[in-house]
């Protein structure tokens, strides 16, 4: 992007920040008429249509930077200061929302598809009971299951809701609920516990819990809604590592090679290796890794945005590789992925777009950012610079 577009985005930054002067603005304006397209583009990022998860972006701002930069440039006294920060924080956008759209509007060509139209996940599971027996699951459908010795279970709209009913067995029954490569499912454990499951997910769990424990089994990602039972701690095992649940809300991610993630919402929770060693306690906004090669597990402070984000329909990535954002793509769509060279793996892309738009449109916006090509033929999508 040369000088004059560089230039073009501060002054779009400033007006929408509400601290352009004059003299700025008629420099904007000069250049909003020198050709249709600038105007058409500058609408673009003023109405909002290409700024996705604007609301999340907001939440990311550091107000007070932004008020002193307004105070700076304006001469605002502090009195003001609440009434600025409202409007300063409503306004401000990312410079680098700005810079994607600009280089759209430089040149947008589609990503070359062919005939099959892939088509986000949906909610689709099957349930597999104690005795070996298979049931598919799909939210439209409204049906009483029964999952064990004296025990049902409704599927329904809500997802699969196991009864709290029954008593409680020490010979416990287990179920297994499997998301497949696009799809998505959620059950109500006998418990009340809720559990999200992502694509490509296994839980294994009793269909009705015992008297000491709840304990379940994850592989593949899930995010948790854990009902509070101080007489009945809740674990999840998931992959090496043996999450101790103390009534909270969290995710838990297993498909990556090298660590298994966990992200905490609401609550607290307990994390260590589940063959033995320190429990490490996290604290809401932390995530904890355990790493496969040494088994050691870290605990930190970070967004957990791009963690649990999948939950209520975006993808997050943040500065992630396309090796990590094609993972997660390739799981949601069911697709397959090939790499015409190795080092296309580590190129960096930070964005948020909707989970439930098709493929082409979030590759369309990877595409704009880092400059590679996707061709898609039947269901595999090949990536080339």
Known sequence: MDDCKFRMVEMMHLYLSGVITDEEMQELQKWLDAVPENR???????????????????????????????????????????????????????????????????????????????????????????????VVLQHDTTRDIVVGEGV????????????????????????????????????????????????????????????????????????????????????????????????????????????????????SIGLSAEKGGPEYRMKPSQLGEYRRTDASVNVKTVDIEPYVSWKDGFFVFENQTMEQIMNTLSLWYDVDVFYTNEQLKNLHFTGHVKRYDQIDNILKAIKSAVGVTFTIKDRTICISK
């Open 40 to 134: 058409a583009m500058f609408d673009r990022v003023c109405k909002g249509k290409d700024i996705l998860y604007k609301y999340r972006m907001y939440k990311k701002i550091d107000h007070k930077a932004a008020y002193e930069r307004c105070e700076k440039r304006a001469g605002i006294k502090r009195k003001s200061i609440g009434v600025w920060l409202k409007y300063a924080a409503m306004l401000l956008l990312p410079l680098g929302t700005i810079f994607v759209l600009l280089r759209n509007n430089e040149r947008e060509q589609p990503v070359e598809v062919a005939t099959v139209d892939i088509l986000p996940g949906e909610t689709k599971a099957t349930l597999i009971l104690a005795d070996g027996k298979s």
């Open 152 to 267: 049902n279970a409704k599927n329904s709209g809500r997802g699969i809701v196991y009864s709290a009913n029954g008593n409680e067995k020490r010979n416990l029954q287990y179920n297994v609920l499997q998301t497949p490569r696009g799809g998505e499912y959620q059950i109500t454990l006998a418990d009340g516990s809720m559990v999200q499951l992502n694509s490509g997910t296994q839980l294994k769990f009793p269909v009705v819990f015992d008297k000491e424990k709840r304990e379940v089994y994850l592989t593949g990602e899930a995010f948790f809604e854990v009902q509070k039972d101080e007489k009945r701690p809740f674990y999840v095992i998931a992959d090496g590592i043996k999450i101790r649940v103390y009534g909270t809300s969290f995710n838990v991610n297993t498909h990556d090679k090298e660590r298994v993630q966990t992200a905490l919402v609401e609550g």
